[in-house]
């Protein structure tokens, strides 16, 4: 298949992702009225399970097979196969081992039922994982923002019914969302991969340079998860599971508005590891319209006041608006920084990264222990909104490095003169 130009990446994306913020909006408020803010920190603290669960048990292979896909097309039915069975081994190795656990230590205390769905749950999403890391690496991203509307449409069609039936609970979501990503799956295998002989043969060597690869992706990506989760933990200790729904729903428009720099750092990373020469400037140029629709974005949202979260998700969740305006200052630089972000990860996550990760997780944990305790879930926001600033900051400066521009040329202010090819890898 012909990998697609970036301007059709872009529109194709930025489509699914335009549906994809109406149908998550619908979601998000049927999913709060329905659950409330107990049931929505308590779905909230799975969903953190869930999202280390698959960090662990896939060794960061998704990113990797996007990267070794895109920078070497050659064999790339090998690279898919042999990512999806080191996964699948490792995932079952984990399962045994946390079942051992679990059952030696009487630890889980919320039933075997809810734990088999988590459990399918993380295997839906090790498979949709590896299978978008490798679509992204060939460039057809027009395949995966079909098979988000299809999912996404099929989750809010689930979750509308059981809204107006009276059955959301947790378990029914985790159940519905399981749907959903073996929907996004299903539909993406179906229209990329090829399933002749050769694409089924296991590569021991590009196994090796995956999983060099994925461990340092790992590392990244577990840093980034206890950068951005932290704090639900350290909710949970100092507050209530009511305090965490509050601060979860007060992230539901940072959630919605990072989907706009989301779908443009989807496509620069390919782009990055393909080594293409007109990424550089887009980057820049993406970056600051993107900010600037996330301020007015932001604005409105200000405008409209603590009612806009009584009228959407009920008055018990109206206190999210006051933890919002603290999640504002970090929202901004994280739009700002997520493409130049997104372009390291292109580049293989250069060791700056990960130092950069590790300082941003120091001071994200630290201000957390410190604030959380007196200010609760708005000590959270303070938190996450000063380390979002740190960790953006750094990046900017790695990356300016590397392109061996200045700081004003990063940042789109003077005008950029660079010589691609002193960059390349």
């Not at 408020?29 to 603290?45: D, H, K, N, Q, T």
């Not at 919320?110 to 295997?123: H, N, R, S």
């Not at 008055?315 to 700002?336: A, E, H, N, Q, T």
């Amino acid at each position: 298949m012909k990998k697609e130009s970036f301007r059709k990446s872009i529109v194709s994306l930025g489509i699914a992702r335009i549906i994809g913020i109406g149908l998550s909006f619908g979601i998000s408020i049927f999913v709060s009225r329905g659950l409330g803010p107990e049931g929505r920190g308590a779905l909230a603290s799975y969903g953190t399970a869930q999202a280390f669960l698959i960090l662990l048990l896939t060794l960061g292979l998704g990113n990797a097979v996007n990267y070794t896909v895109a920078a070497n097309p050659d064999g790339k039915e090998h690279y898919y196969w042999t990512a999806l069975v080191c996964s699948i081994v490792t995932y079952l190795v984990g399962l045994v081992v946390l079942v051992i656990l679990l059952m030696s230590t009487g630890i889980f205390t919320e039933g075997w039922y809810l734990f088999v769905l988590i459990a399918i749950w993380v295997l839906a999403g090790l498979l949709l994982d590896i299978t978008v890391g490798y679509t992204s690496g060939l460039h057809l991203f027009s395949k995966i923002s079909t098979a988000d509307v299809v999912s996404n449409s099929a989750l809010f069609c689930m979750i509308t019914a059981g809204y107006l039936l009276h059955r959301i609970t947790v378990s029914f979501i985790v159940i519905v969302t399981i749907v959903s990503l073996t929907i996004r799956f299903a539909y993406i295998a179906h229209g990329v991969l090829s399933f002749s002989r050769a694409a089924f043969e296991i590569n021991l060597r590009n196994a090796r340079r995956m999983l060099d690869i994925g461990i340092r992706n790992i590392s990244i990506n577990l840093l980034g998860q206890v950068f951005s989760r932290a704090d639900v933990f350290i909710v949970l200790a100092f507050a209530t599971k009511a305090e965490l729904g509050l601060y979860v729903n007060a992230q539901i428009p940072f959630n919605l508005i990072m989907m706009f720099p989301g779908l443009i750092g989807q496509v620069i990373a390919t782009r990055t590891a393909s080594n293409d020469k007109d990424t550089l400037p887009r980057i820049i140029k993406m970056a600051n319209y993107s900010t600037a629709i996330a301020l007015i974005s932001c604005l409105i949202i200000v405008f409209c006041g603590p009612g806009m979260f009584a009228l959407l998700f009920g008055k018990s969740f109206m206190k999210s608006y006051d933890i919002f305006l603290y999640i504002i200052p970090g929202l901004l630089f994280m739009v700002f920084g997520s493409g130049y972000g997104n372009a390291l990860a292109g580049k293989g996550y250069p060791s700056g990264y990960l130092v950069a990760s590790i300082v941003a997780v120091i001071v994200n944990i630290a201000m957390n222990l410190i604030l959380i305790p007196s200010k609760g879930a708005i000590g959270a926001a303070i938190a996450s909104s000063a380390t979002y600033a740190v960790l953006v900051v750094m990046l900017l400066y790695i990356f300016k490095n590397i392109y061996k521009i200045t700081l004003l040329q990063t940042i789109g202010i003077s005008p950029l003169v660079i010589d691609i090819k002193r960059t390349m890898p």
